[in-house]
C-alpha cells in the first residue's frame, strides 16, 4: 500500500500524501517568526486545530523556503502559512500539496476552510489517479495486438486468457515481463479467444509490467 501510495500519488517533489493517511494533514509555518506576536498566534492556531487535525507547528530556525520544501517533500496535504500582515487581517495562508493552490482564509472559518481543503485535496488525487488509470489501460484482442501493446503502450493490458500457465509464461518472456496482475471480480469480456493460444478463454485478465 506505501508503494501504491508513493508511485500513484508522488511528483518530482516528494511524497503527495492522502488527507485521510498522511501523519501530518496540516503544516503551521509562522512566517517573520521573530517579530513580536507571531509565534503566539501560530500557538494558539496550533492549539486550536489538533483537536480535530493532525498538526504539526514549525518552530524551527530554517528558513520558511526550507520549510516549504521539507513540509512538500513529505506530501503533507495542506501548508498554513501566517505571518504578520496575516494576523493583521485576521487571516491565514493554506497551500495545498496536489496542485499548490494558494487559499486565503479567515481565521473565523478556519476548520471550515481546512475541511473544504483537505476534501478537495483527496478528491483532486483521486480524480487524477483514475484518469490516469483509465488513459494507461488498453485492450488487446489477438496475440500481435498484446506484443504491440505490451512494446510501445506503457501501462495496462486488458486480455483473455485460456487459464494455461504456459501462455501466461510465454507472453511474460516474449515482452521482456509483462504478465498477470488480477483477475477483476467484474471481469469483462472482450472475446472468446486467448490471446496466446486462440483457445477459448476463461478469465479476462489485466496485464503489467512488475517494477
Known amino acids: 500500500m506505501i508503494g501504491a501510495i508513493i508511485m500513484t500519488h508522488g511528483d518530482d517533489n516528494g511524497l503527495v500524501l492522502p488527507p485521510k493517511v498522511a501523519p501530518i494533514q496540516v503544516a503551521i509555518l509562522p512566517i517573520a517568526m521573530h517579530k513580536?506576536?507571531?509565534?503566539?498566534?501560530?500557538?494558539?492556531?496550533?492549539?486550536?486545530?489538533?483537536?480535530?487535525?493532525?498538526?504539526?507547528?514549525?518552530?524551527?530556525?530554517?528558513?520558511?523556503?526550507?520549510?516549504f520544501s521539507e513540509y512538500e517533500m513529505k506530501g503533507v496535504?495542506?501548508?498554513?502559512?501566517?505571518g504578520p500582515?496575516?494576523?493583521e487581517n485576521n487571516q491565514c495562508v493554506l497551500v495545498r500539496r496536489d496542485n499548490r493552490e494558494k487559499l486565503f482564509v479567515s481565521l473565523d472559518n478556519l476548520e471550515a476552510e481546512i475541511d473544504k481543503a483537505l476534501q478537495a485535496v483527496h478528491n483532486g488525487l483521486l480524480e487524477r489517479a483514475q484518469a490516469n488509470l483509465v488513459a494507461k489501460t488498453h485492450v488487446?484482442?489477438?496475440?500481435?495486438e498484446f506484443i504491440d501493446t505490451a512494446t510501445n503502450k506503457p501501462g495496462f493490458i486488458k486480455?483473455?486468457?485460456?487459464?494455461?500457465?504456459?501462455?501466461?509464461?510465454?507472453?511474460?518472456?516474449?515482452?521482456?515481463g509483462v504478465k498477470s496482475r488480477c483477475i477483476p471480480f467484474d471481469e469483462e469480456v472482450i472475446n472468446n479467444k486467448c490471446v496466446c493460444c486462440g483457445k477459448e478463454s476463461k478469465h479476462m485478465v489485466v496485464w503489467g509490467k512488475q517494477y
Open 85 to 87: 500582515k496575516d494576523i
Open 36 to 67: 513580536e506576536g507571531v509565534l503566539d498566534k501560530a500557538t494558539e492556531v496550533r492549539d486550536r486545530l489538533k483537536k480535530n487535525y493532525r498538526v504539526k507547528l514549525d518552530d524551527s530556525d530554517n528558513s520558511p523556503g526550507w520549510k
Open 159 to 176: 486480455a483473455m486468457w485460456c487459464g494455461d500457465v504456459a501462455c501466461e509464461e510465454k507472453l511474460k518472456d516474449v515482452t521482456g
Open 140 to 144: 488487446a484482442h489477438d496475440y500481435d
Open 77 to 82: 496535504p495542506l501548508r498554513l502559512e501566517i
